[in-house]
């Protein structure tokens, strides 16, 4: 990972953070630059960059879903932007565009916020993210983040905070106190898609191994089958992995699972023919959805939703399964409701953890 990053560069203000100080200590001191201001800095675009500056904003915030279709109330702590994994239809590549990690070392800031959030909704439980704009955990042996959201949100009755990620470096973490209050959460696809569509990411088996060991030490579990992509053996994939978690994982552990079919804006295209010229699963009919982006026929998707859907309740039959930026037809039809509201929708997910916690 270290040969990864060209330069990591920290501004003098976040020198004494918690998160400049881990980097400093974590990478050769050959890597490390030392700025009044990043953006006097030049950047080589074809190399990974890390960014340690202080945020200036709000971190909290609702998760921006898409239009005209159905949310999840998903609220998002977004404290690092970017990831290198570099999935072929990852987003971020387009949407934050270049090779640059912003990690905001003054993030214990969000607590404020998230306290006064969680103040005016006693009573429910509310769902919150740092896999949003980044994985939450490829680089966080590193920068220590997690730990100190796992510690605070283990003091919060009416809190759960998601750790959602493709790798597998969750040891660290293991011990931490967390009071049912963390749940991690792994991406799955077909071992098949995996391999060529998430090339720096490990291994599907290697994940559904860490999230045993997520279970194993105590810890709640939630999936994400997330982009659902078309391809040909797609059934055969599908219900494989799924067969494999069924095997590994114990379901009463297991608190939420997502499924959203592939979509992307066409401007990830362009990225995807220049970086990743033997992706294939852009060569397929597409729509332009409500929301401006494409997405698979209508048709397509419902066939491998129920199909998806299906075998996933066979195997976690009491697991809220939920749709990310579907329609409220598709919900109807295929989960069995047609939700009102995000809200609704919010409250369904966590319907299952929030029995057993309260
Ligand atoms: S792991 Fe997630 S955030 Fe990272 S490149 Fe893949 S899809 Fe994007």
Not at 78 to 99: A, D
Request: hydrophobic letters at 40%; aromatic letters at 14%; a neutral charge.
């Amino acid at each position: 990972m270290i040969s990864l990053i060209e330069k990591v560069v920290i501004e003098k203000d976040s020198l004494e953070s918690s998160v400049g100080r881990n980097l400093i200590s974590f990478f050769p001191r050959e890597k490390i630059l030392i700025v009044n201001d990043f953006e006097d800095f030049e950047f080589n675009k074809t190399h990974w960059h890390i960014i340690c500056r202080r945020g200036k904003g709000n971190f909290l915030k609702d998760c921006p879903c898409t239009p005209n279709y159905r949310g999840c109330n998903y609220k998002v702590l977004n404290l690092i932007y970017n990831c290198y994994l570099s999935c072929t239809y990852c987003i971020l590549q387009s949407y934050l565009g270049g090779k640059i990690i912003t990690i905001f070392s003054n993030y214990e800031d969000v607590f404020k916020e998230i306290e006064f959030y969680l103040e005016n909704r006693k009573g429910s439980l509310i769902r919150f993210g740092t896999g949003e704009l980044s994985d939450s955990l490829f680089l966080d042996n590193i920068t220590g983040i997690s730990k100190n959201l796992m510690e605070f949100f283990s003091t919060k009755k009416n809190g759960v905070i998601e750790l959602k990620t493709k790798t597998v470096k969750i040891d660290h973490l293991l011990g931490v106190k967390h009071n049912g209050r963390t749940v991690f959460a792994w991406s799955l696809n077909p071992v098949e898609i995996a391999l060529s569509e998430e090339k720096l990411s490990p291994h599907p088996y290697l994940r559904i191994e860490a999230a045993k060991r997520a279970q194993e030490s105590g810890f709640f579990v939630a999936f994400h089958f997330d982009p659902i992509i078309y391809y040909d053996g797609w059934l055969e994939g599908y219900s494989s992995i799924i067969s494999k978690l069924g095997r590994e994982l114990d379901p009463e552990k297991v608190v939420w699972i997502s499924m959203g079919s592939l979509r992307f804006m066409p401007s990830l295209l362009e990225f995807v023919e220049r970086e990743y010229p033997d992706s294939k699963i852009f060569y397929n009919e597409f729509i332009i959805g409500l929301d401006g982006k494409r997405r698979y026929f209508l048709p397509l998707r419902k066939k491998m939703y129920k199909v998806i859907f299906s075998k996933l309740k066979d195997v976690f039959p009491d697991v809220p399964i939920y749709f990310c930026m579907e329609s409220d037809d598709l919900w109807e039809e295929i989960i069995g409701f047609r939700p009102k509201s995000d809200e609704e929708v919010g409250e369904y997910v966590v319907g299952k953890i929030k029995r057993i916690l309260f």
